[in-house]
């Protein structure tokens, strides 16, 4: 016997459909390596997570962006009343950029709420943790190996560079504090203690588990 879904299928569609534009549209504007970014990859693996009903690959999407995303949200919020926090998103307000695009990238805003809701509706499975890792340190050395540094050319400003921060923390140069494979194996080394990490913890810590999510309703 086939047990219920817990996901409403209109938010499948819906979040489906919305990533069936935002893919051609990114992939013209930015080319095929923009989807290696984090947060692009949690977008796509989430519509899997969806269809699925994967706590895993749910638990993995939230483990990885929650807490970089958290910051997106708070600076786009204070922009929007002037008060930035990190200037992050001065982009969404800029008039230059045409309003689509904009609509498109504030995915990064309401994509950690629906990470959230799908914890909170299939459980937290604990091995994401370990899932986002392995992805994760795959495309940061795909993006340290093959990717170009910052800046972009002037010929083609939108184009990733920098991805992922494997170069330095600001995409208008490489850093300069150190060489850039210490620099690199630091990254490698600082996200999952400051950020993977302590989402992992909390998630477990505060989210339903999987098993308490799996069991039926009396």
Not at 35 to 43: E, G, K, M, Q, R
Not at 146 to 152: C, E, H, R, T
Request: glycine share 4%; proline share 10%; charged share 10%.
């Amino acid at each position: 016997m086939q047990s219920p879904s817990r996901l409403p299928l209109w938010t499948k569609l819906a979040y489906t459909a919305f990533v069936a534009v935002l893919v051609p549209h990114y992939w013209q504007a930015y080319g095929p390596t923009n989807f290696l970014y984090f947060c692009d990859i949690a977008l796509l693996l989430a519509v899997v997570a969806m269809w699925r009903e994967s706590a895993l690959l749910a638990s993995a999407c939230a483990v990885g962006i929650l807490l970089p995303q958290l910051f997106w949200m708070i600076d786009f919020v204070g922009s929007l009343v002037g008060l930035p926090f990190t200037g992050m998103t001065a982009y969404m307000f800029q008039d230059s950029i045409p309003l689509f695009a904009r609509f498109l990238s504030f995915f990064h805003f309401w994509l950690p709420l629906l990470l959230l809701w799908l914890v909170a509706r299939l459980g937290y499975d604990r091995r994401g943790l370990w899932v986002w890792w392995g992805l994760a340190w795959a495309a940061m050395v795909v993006s340290y190996l093959y990717l170009p540094k910052p800046p972009a050319p002037a010929s083609n400003p939108g184009l990733p560079v920098n991805v992922n921060y494997v170069f330095g923390l600001n995409d208008k140069a490489p850093q300069t504090w150190m060489p850039a494979p210490l620099f690199f194996a630091c990254m490698l080394a600082a996200l999952p203690a400051i950020i993977w990490w302590p989402t992992h913890w909390l998630l477990k810590r505060f989210a339903p588990s999987v098993q308490a999510r799996q069991q039926p309703e009396h």
